[in-house]
């Protein structure tokens, strides 16, 4: 299995919602990766994870919130968010965080916060 | 500070023509350089993979060449397909962190 899975493809929530991205890998990768893209921009990282612990948190707000229940699993929890945080949200995974490991990304999740 | 630049912005050819998109980088360490193609609401697929020794690479129609004294890259793209239209973004790696550019929106034509 060569795949990273995101569910949902689509999700539209208010501001005083909360709800959770999910991303799932069975690549026995060990860095697992949340970007945030805008439309007609280049990806943005905004965390890694690297043996199920967070190694990067690109000063992303506290609206949003990463976890790594196992090696394979990704979740994005997001509370509070704002209009501005619509984008597409794209989970990669990588067997190490080394810049030799091809990152493999998913094909996204398109959120529209209302 | 490390950039990619890609060029040109966007591209419109007609179906079966041949184009080439630039990539020009200032990263440092270099480690690699990647060409992705990204459909419209999609992931990034990644099309080819150059370390600092190598100068060309193929993927089917897809060609892609390094000069890593110039700091520079090509795609070269034979015989177009409507199914090309995409983005198309580079990406150098460092130790460990990628830049991405901006990416070539390519829209091929019937």
């Known amino acids: 299995d060569t795949e990273v899975t995101q569910t949902p493809k689509h999700l539209v929530m208010g501001m005083t919602n909360k709800k959770s991205l999910k991303c799932e890998q069975h690549m026995g990768h060990r860095a697992m990766y949340w970007y945030k893209q805008k439309a007609k921009k280049p990806p943005e990282l905004m965390f890694v994870y690297s043996y199920e612990k967070l190694s990067i948190n690109e000063s992303v707000p506290s609206r949003f919130s990463p976890e790594c229940p196992n090696s394979s699993l990704l979740n994005l929890h997001l509370h509070a968010l704002q209009p501005e945080d619509s984008a597409l949200y794209l989970c990669a995974s990588s067997q190490g965080t080394s810049g030799r490991n091809e990152q493999f990304f998913g094909p996204g999740t398109r959120l529209t916060v209302l | 500070k490390n950039q990619v630049e890609q060029s040109p912005q966007s591209l419109i050819i007609l179906e079966g023509k041949n184009c080439t998109l630039q990539c020009n980088y200032t990263v440092s360490p270099f480690s690699n350089l990647r060409w992705y193609k990204q459909d419209t609401g999609r992931g990034p697929v990644s099309l080819t993979i150059m370390t600092f020794s190598e100068n060309t690479k193929s993927n089917g129609r897809y060609t892609a060449t390094l000069d890593a004294d110039t700091k520079q890259s090509s795609l070269h793209i034979t015989a177009s397909q409507l199914s090309d239209s995409a983005s198309y973004i580079c990406?150098?790696?460092?130790?460990?962190?990628?830049?991405f550019g901006k990416g070539t929106m390519l829209l091929v034509s019937p």
């Open positions: 990406v150098v790696t460092g130790y460990s962190t990628l830049t």
